[in-house]
């Protein structure tokens, strides 16, 4: 069964820490995106990548970055945590077909206090 | 800019009959539509695509329609059942490079199915 994994369901953290959200994938694809969820505003892409140690800035880039050193892992950096960065993230990857359907990992919550 | 809009924020509706879904796009047509299913405190799930040649797509008691010319996908749900109960995201690819491309999506219909 095809998997994406994040390192976390749930974190708490404070302002000004520096945050690590993890992502794997199991699939061998190629693209990888974050994005966060929030209610009213639906899904919005922070990062995405299209190959390792390649990145391109999503519509919400600001305070974030990312790192993609394998092609498994897309690592989401928040480096200095503030409380509008309270929400669920979300990774997906997708692999070269033409149907670029989307493999979502379960999300991590993530309290800003 | 591309725009992508779900009219409707909730849909309640009795276990039985068809649920529609609509999604509207601004701007120039998507090669394709793609349906997603989100469940509380989960990611989404695919569930159909459909492409901008096709009219319809079916798919068990999963229909989704392709106008053009509307500008719009509608999603139905036939027969449906309360396991159905689920948040339903409509998405589209917005930049073209080969088979590469980021998706739009919209902001997702609550659907609830009553017994």
């Known amino acids: 069964d095809v998997k994406v994994t994040q390192s976390s369901r749930y974190l708490v953290k404070r302002t000004g820490e520096k945050v690590f959200l993890e992502c794997v994938q199991d699939?061998?694809?190629?693209?990888m995106f974050w994005y966060r969820q929030d209610p009213g505003l639906g899904l919005r892409l922070i990062y995405f990548?299209?190959?390792?140690?390649?990145?391109e800035k999503g519509d919400i880039p600001e305070g974030y970055s990312v790192s993609r050193e394998k092609k498994e892992r897309f690592s989401l950096i928040l480096e200095s945590a503030s409380t509008n960065q309270t929400s669920m993230y979300l990774c997906?990857?997708?692999?070269?077909?033409?149907?670029?359907?989307?493999?979502f990992g379960p999300g991590t919550r993530l309290t800003v206090l | 800019s591309q725009k992508i809009e779900q009219n409707s924020e909730a849909l309640n509706i009795q276990e039985g009959k068809t649920a529609t879904l609509t999604c509207n796009y601004t701007?120039?047509?998507?090669?394709?539509l793609q349906w997603y299913r989100q469940d509380p405190g989960r990611g989404p799930v695919f569930l159909l695509l459909?492409?901008?040649?096709?009219k319809e797509k079916r798919k068990e008691r999963l229909k989704v329609t392709f106008d053009t010319t509307l500008k719009q996908s509608l999603f139905h749900i036939t027969a449906s059942q309360p396991a159905d109960s689920a948040t339903y995201l409509c998405?589209?690819?917005?930049?073209?490079?080969?088979?590469?491309?980021?998706?739009?999506f919209g902001k997702g219909t609550k659907l609830s199915v009553k017994p």
């Open positions: 997906a990857s997708s692999g070269l077909h033409e149907n670029n359907e989307q493999f």
């Open positions: 699939m061998d694809h190629e693209n």
């Open positions: 990548s299209y190959d390792v140690k390649m990145k």
């Open positions: 701007n120039y047509s998507p090669a394709y």
């Open positions: 459909i492409r901008e040649n096709e």
């Open positions: 998405a589209l690819l917005w930049n073209y490079g080969g088979s590469q491309g980021n998706l739009i």
